[in-house]
């Protein structure tokens, strides 16, 4: 009897949800940033609902916008992720955690350690989310004046990750021996000094903590340019990417698969997973209805500059509640771009400022739908080789995840694409990857 | 009616204990290193004990001993301090929650950033316990060959004080006023944005996290040099210290009390915290075997290598059962030090190899007693000014854990000694000690 194939479920998270707007929805929780009842309550339900993993996302500074938008901001402040992960461990049991970590502005004895204590605590359940800090405000909290350059940074990304990986094999599963007798609390010949040298990096090792209960957490990747993809393929366990379509989705997937393989990898042992915003309704209206309202709280100021990039056109000279004219003037900005925007506004008959709210709102991929018509999309993406699950983010919180968790997820298990319950305890099991074997013992 | 001056306990924790051969004494979790389970019970008696702060000793290297010793030891492996702390935060509601962190090789948005977290997450319970990191072999796992020179350690660290407390005040405590109306989050005039500039660090800030519960976390120093008195006198709360005895402590609390304030600050809010083994017995001889059992699980080839420094001579050479040598050959070694063997064997009749575990396993000021006789010396300590309270090591856990809490704290707390419960739900709360106002805003 052949299994169906089914979707992994991770869910992206900022503690207000990652829609600007969001905040001022009703029902929301504005000051969830530094609440931490509502992430028990989150995380508590995304357990129930059986989700593989709870994804906090991070930024490393505050100013990476105008003073205009930065006020209106929920997402720029917020609880630190090891610590926030390490307290949201001790009231789940079974759901992973996903930390966002930085090669660029960090040092890979801390990463190591902080993701295996997570580990530890969590009994098998920690991920790594490697990221080489994209926005170049953090450089400047870091001591440097300049952002450290794209191809510098995926070199050190690189060998970060041997350095991180190496620490975490640093004793042997069975080196703590801890025999009261002899007095030998571990075996030295089950560590291994690693005594890296590299072109940015030197660290001696071993760590001083104890092989993860994972062997290594999860790694998680999300760039998706080049040395994106390719670092992806040598070293990712789970991709979180950001195609517009299935299309898209497919050459992205197919892309990195082979590059999975090239490295000489097993290509079921990486699982890419596109963010998707789910907006559930009753009928498909009322979940188009939905979006439409969360927009609405996107300020028409701080909205119509990203729409502006968008078209190449300053879009604040239009009339707001006006259609998009078509007469745009010629410019040299990215001609897929304005024909995306002017697709958009066709298709769902937005006005300019409908539009503007849309791009500073969340201008993603988007399933908007019922239960069952998100459950179509779902699986023609998993069938098709688009998508190994998804990477989930919520239009608002607290009614957004509940109307993933409680009316989307019951349909995709009434079908067999989402597993009714966990079959193991550790994330690797969750996503069915192996536990890795320790490079310098058997 | 004056209030009787009363005592401040902290729990200066390595999960098996610090003494090193508390792994091996019957009943010991020799396990406990990464298993939560036992960490939870620990932190829970000391709540119920009404404890000011668990906190959590660190270090950042393993390879800090020989390999004969090493593989002996506890305590070079264990959870990393923010993660445990956070997970810990939530099995408790009042306890503080102390972390080691350094500055020599760490950064301070990092810093800031995860103590920030710790305060928000356990509603105003952390404390930074600042070190600059004396081990030379951490270097190595930082990419540095040689260790940091004493001096521009000591320099870098007031300038990270400053930046990490800066970074605190990033936001007005009313910055957030999350307006759903106006659709204004946070009042950027509210925000500061630290530019700071210095000899050792370059942090524009703001910290990406708003102001902590305590103002700042609580600041806990622990050096005893000149430059570590220095830095406690400018900057610290708690001062954990190692003096011998009571006239060594009193000594360092009258100077470190004095340039307290010769730099402007209150002396009332800097607590004196020896560091001190307790050792309870119903009896005081019972209290004296279970010590001398204690030692007797540290390894006899590792404990003649302490012993020998503390001589300045081979002790390897004298019979292990018989008493130390009246004719040591001469030698430079510090001669109050071999005084100070010398007395300790005469008042307790120590043969050599009891001298060697003592000096083994924990050599720094130890009360060993009944309940009755331990609150005495406390009391003394308290009324002539050795101490604020101390920083509470157990020889063995979790028994000696249970003596401490079920017997000497009642014991305290009959004489008036302890509090009988919380009298707030922050650590500045328990420590008497005042919420910093913000630099930047009134």
Same sequence: chains 1, 2.
Avoid at 72 to 90: D, I, K, M, N, Y
Avoid at 326 to 350: M, Y
């Amino acid at each position: 009897m052949s299994e169906i194939k089914k979707l992994h479920l991770t869910a992206f998270m900022r503690p207000v949800s990652l829609h600007s707007g969001a905040w001022r929805y009703p029902g929301s929780y504005p000051d969830a940033n530094f609440n931490l009842a509502h992430l028990k309550t989150f995380i508590t339900k995304l357990e129930a609902a059986k989700f593989d993993a709870f994804f906090m996302a991070d930024h490393l500074a505050v100013l990476n916008m105008p003073v205009e938008a930065l006020k209106r901001s929920h997402t720029v402040t917020s609880f630190e992720p090891f610590t926030l992960l390490s307290a949201l461990s001790v009231v789940t049991d079974k759901i992973g955690l996903a930390a966002t970590a930085s090669t660029t502005y960090d040092e890979p004895y801390h990463v190591a350690r902080r993701f295996a204590s997570l580990d530890h605590l969590s009994g098998g359940r920690a991920a790594w989310n490697i990221v080489t800090t994209a926005n170049p405000d953090s450089a400047k909290n870091f001591g440097l004046d300049e952002h450290v350059e794209h191809g510098d940074r995926y070199k050190r990304a690189r060998e970060f990750y041997d350095v991180v990986t190496g620490l975490w094999d640093s004793f042997a599963d069975d080196a703590f021996v801890r025999d009261r007798e002899s007095g030998v609390y571990f075996d030295p010949d089950k560590m291994h000094v690693l005594n890296h040298k590299g072109d940015d990096l030197k660290v001696r090792g071993p760590l001083n903590i104890a092989r993860p209960v994972q062997g290594w957490p999860v790694i998680v990747q999300a760039g998706q340019s080049e040395p994106g993809r390719q670092l992806a393929g040598e070293t990712a366990e789970v991709v979180f990417c950001s195609p517009k379509d299935l299309a898209g989705a497919k050459e992205l997937y197919r892309d990195i698969k082979a590059r999975t393989v090239a490295a000489g990898r097993n290509p079921q042992h990486i699982k890419i997973l596109p963010a998707a915003l789910i907006v559930v309704g009753d009928t498909v209206e009322e979940a188009k209805g939905k979006r439409l309202e969360l927009d609405t709280y996107v300020h028409y100021d701080t909205a119509i500059a990203s729409l502006s990039v968008s078209l190449g056109a300053d879009a604040s000279q239009f009339d707001p509640d006006g259609p998009l004219p078509t007469d745009l003037p010629e410019t040299n900005a990215s001609k897929s771009s304005r024909l995306g925007v002017a697709k958009l506004a066709a298709d769902e008959g937005l006005t300019v400022r409908q539009l503007a709210q849309r791009y500073g709102g969340y201008a993603g991929l988007a399933f908007v739908g019922t239960p069952a018509t998100i459950a179509d999309e779902m699986a023609i993406w998993l069938a098709e080789e688009g998508a190994d699950g998804f990477t989930v983010t919520f239009p608002f919180l607290p009614q957004g995840l509940d109307d993933v968790t409680q009316k989307l997820v019951p349909e995709l298990q009434r079908r067999g694409l989402f597993r009714d319950d966990y079959g193991g305890t550790t994330l690797r099991e969750h996503l069915g990857l192996p536990r890795p074997t320790n490079r310098f013992f058997e």
